[in-house]
């Protein structure tokens, strides 16, 4: 009887461990749109500009979206619901991916055109974040 409620109390510190972590990432998506993204020759321009083509409309959203959906998922993780890890991990990869590429295409265009286009702390951190995010469903007691 007391290795059942011994487990019981684990498994409840691990849930609010995860939970926490991904609540966290979340956080970090939503918070990094304030933060610089690239600088073009004299400015720099974060993740919440009033920008000009479809892309750079749809990246800041996609990621608020992403960032609600995942503190969503951890809160129902540590509320008991298993599928909220899930849905946290999952929202956590596509912020990954999402900033991933754009650290890739910025690179790549800066490299072909021969521009001074350069990247700023906000895709890194997100990328950071993302990872927080991904790996919060593995974090456990021991």
């Known amino acids: 009887m007391a290795s059942v409620v011994y487990d019981e109390r684990k498994k409840k510190v691990d849930r609010v461990a995860q939970g926490s972590v991904a609540v966290a990432a979340g956080i970090i998506f939503v918070s990094v ?3 610089p993204w690239l600088t073009a020759e004299s400015s720099a321009v974060s993740g919440l500009t009033n920008p000009r083509d479809q892309a750079a409309v749809a990246i800041p959203m996609i990621l608020i979206l992403l960032g609600v959906v995942t503190i969503f998922g951890g809160a129902i993780h540590i ?3 298993e599928v909220g890890i899930q849905l946290a ?4 990869g596509i912020a990954f991916f999402i900033s ?3 650290i890739i295409v910025t690179l790549m265009g ?3 055109s021969g521009g001074v286009l350069s990247l700023l702390v906000g895709p890194w951190i997100c990328a950071a974040g993302a990872i927080f995010g991904v790996i ?3 974090l456990e007691r021991r």
């Not at 991990?89 to 956590?92: D, E, G, I, L, N």
Request: proline share 0%; no cysteine.
């Open 100 to 102: 991933v590429m754009v």
């Open 110 to 112: 800066a490299n072909s």
């Open 136 to 138: 919060s469903s593995r």
């Open 33 to 35: 749109l304030f933060l």
């Open 79 to 81: 509320a008991g619901y």
């Open 89 to 92: 991990t999952v929202m956590s």
